[in-house]
Structure formats: C-alpha cells, structure tokens
C-alpha cells in the first residue's frame, strides 16, 4: 500500500476517534445533568433503561477506539492491510468499508462460518 494511501486511512481512523471522543463528552455532560430521584418509579425505570442502553453503547465505542488506535499503530509498524491470518494484503476497498479490520474477505468469511457451526451445533 503507498503511503498517499495509508495517509488516508490514518486521516479516516483519527477522525473516528474524533467523533468518538465527541460522543464521550456529550454523554458525560448529558449524565451530569440528570435529576437523581424521580417521585415515579415508572419514570425513574425509563430513565435507568435509557441510562444502561447509552451505557452499553459507550461500551461498543470503547471497543471500536480500542480497534482505531490498534490500526493506527498497525499503520506506523507497516502491517495496516495484511491479512493476520493468512498474510495476504486485504483489499483497499474492505478497508474503506470497515478501516479497523485484520481480516481479508475470505478469512473473515470462514471465520464466520465456523462461527454458525458452532452455534448451530
């Protein structure tokens, strides 16, 4: 891959990381702002389900910056786009599709086919 190219992806992912943190801070803000008691245990559960769901989709994100920053590293240590499995490179346009990824198409595909059979088993 040229380094035009990985310049790209490195813009791509610290973007993300951007959004991510923006997103981070509103939900902190947002957190801080909530009433603690609520005189209706109905309106009191709402807002806990509503607090675990955004919770739990912060949780995703943590995951997803994990995987940014791990990509912007495989890009400095030169294996951003070789495949872990098989070595083979993985193609430009899956990595536009899903930047953080260390499978190529085909072993991301067995994977989750070996995946079914175990669940389906």
């Given at each position: 891959m040229d380094q035009r190219t990985l310049e790209r992806?490195?813009?791509?992912?610290?973007?993300?990381?951007?959004?991510?943190e923006v997103e981070v801070s509103s939900t902190v803000e947002g957190m801080r702002g909530?009433?603690?008691?609520f005189?209706?245990?109905?309106?009191?559960?709402?807002?806990?389900?509503?607090?675990?769901?955004?919770?739990?989709?912060?949780?995703?994100?943590?995951k997803l910056r994990n995987k940014i920053e791990e990509a912007l590293a495989r890009?400095?240590?030169?294996?951003?786009?070789v495949c872990e499995v098989c070595g083979e490179?993985?193609?430009e346009h899956r990595l536009q599709a899903r930047p953080v990824t260390t499978l190529c198409i085909n072993c991301k595909s067995d994977q989750e086919e070996e995946e079914l059979r175990h669940s389906a088993g």
């Amino acid at each position: 891959m040229d380094q035009r190219t990985l310049e790209r992806f490195r813009d791509q992912l610290n973007g993300m990381l951007a959004d991510l943190e923006v997103e981070v801070s509103s939900t902190v803000e947002g957190m801080r702002g909530e009433p603690a008691a609520f005189p209706d245990p109905a309106d009191r559960a709402t807002v806990e389900s509503d607090r675990n769901l955004v919770l739990r989709i912060r949780d995703r994100e943590r995951k997803l910056r994990n995987k940014i920053e791990e990509a912007l590293a495989r890009i400095e240590d030169g294996t951003f786009g070789v495949c872990e499995v098989c070595g083979e490179e993985i193609s430009e346009h899956r990595l536009q599709a899903r930047p953080v990824t260390t499978l190529c198409i085909n072993c991301k595909s067995d994977q989750e086919e070996e995946e079914l059979r175990h669940s389906a088993g």
